[in-house]
């Protein structure tokens, strides 16, 4: 113990004795373990962000959409009530239009999303109903013009939130309808929904039975090519498979792939797909800056050899062993970039900070990383002091005094 403190004691030295080309030494070091810190820590930031941003506007659903190169055939409300009646643990099933159109209030005319369909599809976002309630499903049995929005949009269209029972006029396609508005939806809790809305004029998100929208805007309800299922996370992806099959069955397409699905879990293990891919491509651009610093370290640690080749001699003449050379060596190589990767983390985390508050993403940093990071630096240190290590303990004390 007493041999290896003397050894550190003896790298330490060193250090302090070539302060500036230590420091010199250490940057490439410092730089490359930084970036790493500061890339993993912002990838697991941006991944979060992403995931968050992505569950705040949708919700646990799945889509089924007809291939119309495949086939002729077309989904109805019939397929509907087979899913809810053939599959258990579904939250609700429901058709999707989804069309750009216009609202008209007391307070003005703006812009708007319109989503119709079935009662289930308050599950389709995140946020909740705040004020009145859903459309139910005799409203949309009934085919009755009301409609759900945002408090936001209350806001704009009434200048006030308590609008429960007062109409507005949607217009699509040069045809206008009266709807009662009977529930408004918490706003949008998203960084991305804001900064799309933000370069357009004001834009509604209106959601209304697809009964009445479609008869008042000239939409054929049996005629459908998109049904949406709804289930929690944890089976989505069975059930939206399981519904792939009931449809097909339904429709003699077995063999043609004219039905296909889709769910968030795909969108999902898409985006940890892509943003891994990213994240490992910029570790290894950072990982390169580390291996460029350890090639320094090794130039560095080849000058202390020549420079030290009399003390080298000396100390091997008077007894020292080749593997307490080759110690003495490794040790300042490895003390020298563990000094390099700690002052590298604690930038790293620095820098990572500030971005993500720049950013608004989370700050993620796990306990592998920094010792992962830590690990590494040391790891380098030894790799690349091997070289002059072994030239420094392979010295003939002879050669080494005569020099």
């Known amino acids: 113990m007493g041999t290896v403190k003397e050894y550190f004691k003896s790298a330490i030295n060193q250090m302090k004795h070539n302060g500036y080309r230590t420091f010199m030494t250490m940057l490439g070091i410092v730089i490359g373990i930084a970036a790493v810190i500061a890339v993993v820590s912002l990838g697991n930031g941006m991944t979060e962000f992403v995931k968050s941003e992505i569950n705040n506007l949708t919700g646990n659903y799945g889509l089924l959409m007809i291939d119309s190169t495949k086939t002729t055939e077309l989904l109805t409300p019939d397929d509907m009530r087979l899913l809810e009646e053939t599959i258990p643990d579904l939250n609700g099933v429901s058709p999707n239009f989804d069309v750009t159109g216009k609202v008209k209030g007391p307070r003005g005319?703006?812009?708007?999303?319109?989503?119709?369909?079935?009662?289930?599809?308050?599950?389709?976002?995140?946020?909740?109903?705040?004020?009145?309630?859903?459309?139910?499903?005799?409203?949309?049995?009934?085919?009755?013009?009301?409609?759900?929005?945002?408090?936001?949009?209350?806001?704009?269209?009434?200048?006030?939130?308590?609008?429960?029972?007062?109409?507005?006029?949607?217009?699509?396609?040069?045809?206008?309808?009266?709807?009662?508005?009977?529930?408004?939806?918490?706003?949008?809790?998203?960084?991305?929904?804001?900064?799309?809305?933000?370069?357009?004029?004001?834009?509604?998100?209106?959601?209304?039975?697809?009964?009445?929208?479609?008869?008042?805007?000239?939409?054929?309800?049996?005629?459908?090519?998109?049904?949406?299922?709804?289930?929690?996370?944890?089976?989505?992806?069975?059930?939206?498979?399981?519904?792939?099959?009931?449809?097909?069955?339904?429709?003699?397409?077995?063999?043609?792939?004219?039905?296909?699905?889709?769910?968030?879990?795909?969108?999902?293990?898409e985006l940890d797909t892509i943003l891994g891919a990213a994240s490992k491509f910029l570790i290894l651009v950072a990982v390169i800056s580390l291996v460029v610093g350890g090639i320094g370290i090794m130039n560095i640690m080849l000058v202390s050899v020549t420079e030290r080749t009399r003390e080298i001699g000396i100390r091997k003449s008077i007894g020292a062993r080749t593997s307490a050379i080759m110690a003495q060596f490794l040790s300042e190589s490895a003390l020298l970039t563990l000094t390099g990767g700690i002052i590298g983390i604690i930038l790293g985390l620095g820098l990572s900070a500030l971005i993500c508050s720049l950013l608004g993403f989370k700050l993620i940093v796990t306990f592998g990383t920094v010792v992962g990071a830590a690990f590494f630096s040391v790891a380098i240190g030894l790799f690349f002091g091997l070289y002059p290590a072994r030239k420094a303990a392979k010295m003939k004390p002879i050669d080494a005094l005569r020099l």
């Open 109 to 269: 005319t703006y812009m708007a999303d319109i989503n119709a369909g079935s009662e289930a599809f308050q599950m389709a976002v995140a946020d909740p109903v705040v004020r009145g309630q859903y459309f139910s499903r005799q409203q949309v049995d009934s085919g009755q013009r009301v409609c759900v929005m945002l408090r936001e949009n209350a806001v704009r269209l009434f200048g006030t939130e308590d609008c429960i029972g007062q109409e507005i006029e949607v217009t699509v396609g040069g045809m206008t309808a009266s709807y009662t508005v009977v529930g408004l939806r918490d706003n949008i809790d998203s960084q991305m929904y804001n900064m799309v809305v933000s370069e357009m004029d004001y834009f509604a998100v209106l959601e209304v039975p697809y009964t009445a929208f479609a008869n008042d805007f000239g939409y054929d309800i049996d005629k459908l090519y998109t049904i949406v299922v709804f289930a929690n996370q944890d089976v989505l992806q069975k059930k939206v498979d399981e519904a792939q099959q009931v449809l097909t069955n339904a429709h003699g397409l077995r063999g043609t792939d004219a039905i296909t699905a889709f769910s968030m879990a795909d969108v999902s293990e």
